[in-house]
Antibody
Framework: EVQLVESGGDLLQPGGSLRLSCAAS????????MTWVRQAPGQGLEWVAV????????YYADSVKGRFTISRDNSKNTLYLQMSSLRAEDTAVYYC????????????WGQGTLVTVSS | QSVLTQPPSVSGAPGQRVTISCTGS????????VHWYQQLPGTAPKLLIY???NRPSGVPDRFSGSKSATSASLAITGLQAEDEADYYC???????????FGGGTKLTVL
């Protein structure tokens, strides 16, 4: 069965940096694009970033462009999200999701990891 | 303000049928497929409907989706207590070059 397990969430101050990880299993990780979606407390879902199966192509939401970097290590079946210049509005649960058809829909989601940005 | 518009809440009694609407524009729903997710309290979203009306394996046929022009709908028949959740529609927007979600609809089973 597909499993996605996020980690790395933390409480940090504005301007700080953090790297999230997403460990994948149960499918051939290197065959699929992967995406990050976030959900602020009590709010809806917001797409953050996507990376192609081979890691060459990446796209970002305008709200995080220039501050976040998505990457992957196919040898470790792991997806990453490097977050920098963090703001209070980045506070959210961050989910990684399997992307079977490039930004069309997301068929498996992890349980999420909480990032809190506060002074 | 979400690009896709959903009612904040809907409700129904057990056994009843409810629908959740999702309204967009020609740059999103009018041009791309719509997908639906169910988020049970305290859990991650789960894909419920993809490509407007397809159900992933394991999703009961009580859940159905449809799309017409720039709007889509999710219908749930034979409402059950365990259907109480938040439901989100999702598409792609070519003007924004981004995935877009509806604001979510909270379903209450009375």
């Amino acid at each position: 069965e597909v499993q996605l397990v996020e980690s790395g969430g933390d409480l940090l101050q504005p301007g700080g940096s953090l790297r999230l990880s997403c460990a994948a299993s149960g499918f051939t990780f290197s065959n699929y694009a992967m995406t990050w979606v976030r959900q602020a407390p009590g709010q809806g879902l917001e797409w953050v970033a996507v990376i192609s199966a081979n890691g060459v192509n990446t796209y970002y939401a305008d709200s995080v462009k220039g501050r976040f970097t998505i990457s992957r290590d196919n040898s470790k079946n792991t997806l990453y999200l490097q977050m920098s210049s963090l703001r209070a509005e980045d506070t959210a649960v961050y989910y990684c999701a399997k992307d079977p058809r490039w930004l069309q829909y997301f068929d498996w989601w992890g349980q999420g990891t909480l990032v809190t940005v506060s002074s | 303000q979400s690009v896709l518009t959903q009612p904040p809440s809907v409700s129904g009694a057990p056994g009843q049928r409810v629908t959740i609407s999702c309204t967009g524009s020609s740059s999103n729903i009018g041009a791309y497929d719509v997908h639906w997710y169910q988020q049970l309290p305290g859990t991650a979203p789960k894909l419920l409907i993809y490509d407007n009306f397809n159900r992933p394996s394991g999703v009961p046929d009580r859940f159905s989706g449809s799309k017409s022009a720039t709007s889509a709908s999710l219908a749930i028949t034979g409402l059950q207590a365990e259907d109480e959740a938040d439901y989100y529609c999702q598409s792609y927007d070519r003007s924004l070059s981004a995935v877009v979600f509806g604001g979510g609809t909270k379903l209450t089973v009375l």
